[in-house]
T-cell receptor, first 113, second 112 residues
Framework: DTAVSQTPKYLVTQMGNDKSIKCEQNLGHDTMYWYKQDSKKFLKIMFSYNNKELIINETVPNRFSPKSPDKAHLNLHINSLELGDSAVYFC????????????FGPGTRLTVL | AQSVAQPEDQVNVAEGNPLTVKCTYSVSGNPYLFWYVQYPNRGLQFLLKYITGDNLVKGSYGFEAEFNKSQTSFHLKKPSALVSDSALYFCARRGGYQKVTFGTGTKLQVIP
C-alpha cells in the first residue's frame, strides 16, 4: 500500500509544452507539499496546501500552478516548460498537528529537451 | 531566517566504525529538527526528529541524534556503520506555516 504516490515517474518533453504531475496520499494527512530537487540534490519547497488551502508559495514562476481538488490530492501543472525546469519533483504529506514528519513520494523525474 | 547547515558534502566511514553526519542550525526560534535519508532514485524517508525533551533522540535503523543547544548542533550518529547505510542524508528544520527547510545534504559512503 503506497502511502504517497506520484504519476508519472518519468516525464520527458519538449520546451514550451505543458505537463502535469499528479500526487495522492492515503495517509489521511491534512497538508501536502511539492518540492524540487535539482541536479546537485538541493531540495527546495515550492508549495504547500493545508486542507486544500494554499499556505506556502515560494518564489516559483507562475508557470507552475498547484491544484488541490481534495485533501488527498495535490497536482502540479507546469506551463511553457523550460530547460531549467528539468529536475526531480517530490510530493510529500504530513499531519501538521504535533510537528510530525513528512512522508515523501517516489519522485517524478522531469526532463525538458 | 531559520535554517540548517550541513558542512560536509561527503562522509566516508569504514563498515563497523561509528559514523557522524553533522548538522548545525541557526539560533532564531524553536529548533524543530529532523533527519531524513534518501536512497538512490527514491524519495526521502524520515529517520528521527527533535521537538522537545531528551537531547538524545533515537530513530530508525539504529540511528540517533544529539541535540546540543550550546553548539546549536543536531548531529546524526550510529555506533556501527553498515554498507547499506550508504545514502544521502538531509537535516531539516520546521519553521513558520509548517515550512520545512532542508540542508544541502551529506552523502554517506560506508566502505566495506
Amino acid at each position: 500500500d503506497t502511502a504517497v504516490s506520484q504519476t508519472p515517474k518519468y516525464l520527458v518533453t519538449q520546451m514550451g509544452n505543458d505537463k502535469s504531475i499528479k500526487c495522492e496520499q492515503n495517509l489521511g494527512h491534512d497538508t501536502m507539499y511539492w518540492y524540487k530537487q535539482d541536479s546537485k540534490k538541493f531540495l527546495k519547497i515550492m508549495f504547500s496546501y493545508n486542507n486544500k488551502e494554499l499556505i506556502i508559495n515560494e518564489t516559483v514562476p507562475n508557470r507552475f500552478s498547484p491544484k488541490s481538488p481534495d485533501k488527498a490530492h495535490l497536482n502540479l501543472h507546469i506551463n511553457s516548460l523550460e530547460l531549467g525546469d528539468s529536475a526531480v519533483y517530490f510530493c510529500a504529506s504530513s499531519q501538521v498537528q504535533g510537528n510530525n514528519e513528512q512522508f515523501f513520494g517516489p519522485g517524478t523525474r522531469l526532463t525538458v529537451l | 531566517a531559520q535554517s540548517v547547515a550541513q558542512p560536509e558534502d561527503q562522509v566516508n566511514v569504514a563498515e563497523g566504525n561509528p559514523l557522524t553526519v553533522k548538522c548545525t542550525y541557526s539560533v532564531s526560534g524553536n529548533p524543530y529538527l529532523f533527519w531524513y535519508v534518501q536512497y538512490p532514485n527514491r524519495g526521502l524517508q524520515f529517520l528521527l526528529k527533535y521537538i522537545t525533551g531528551d537531547n538524545l533522540v533515537k530513530g530508525s535503523y539504529g540511528f540517533e541524534a544529539e541535540f546540543n543547544k550550546s553548539q546549536t548542533s543536531f548531529h546524526l550518529k550510529k555506533p556501527s556503520a553498515l554498507v547499506s547505510d550508504s545514502a544521502l542524508y538531509f537535516c531539516a528544520r520546521r519553521g513558520g506555516y509548517q515550512k520545512v527547510t532542508f540542508g544541502t545534504g551529506t552523502k554517506l559512503q560506508v566502505i566495506p
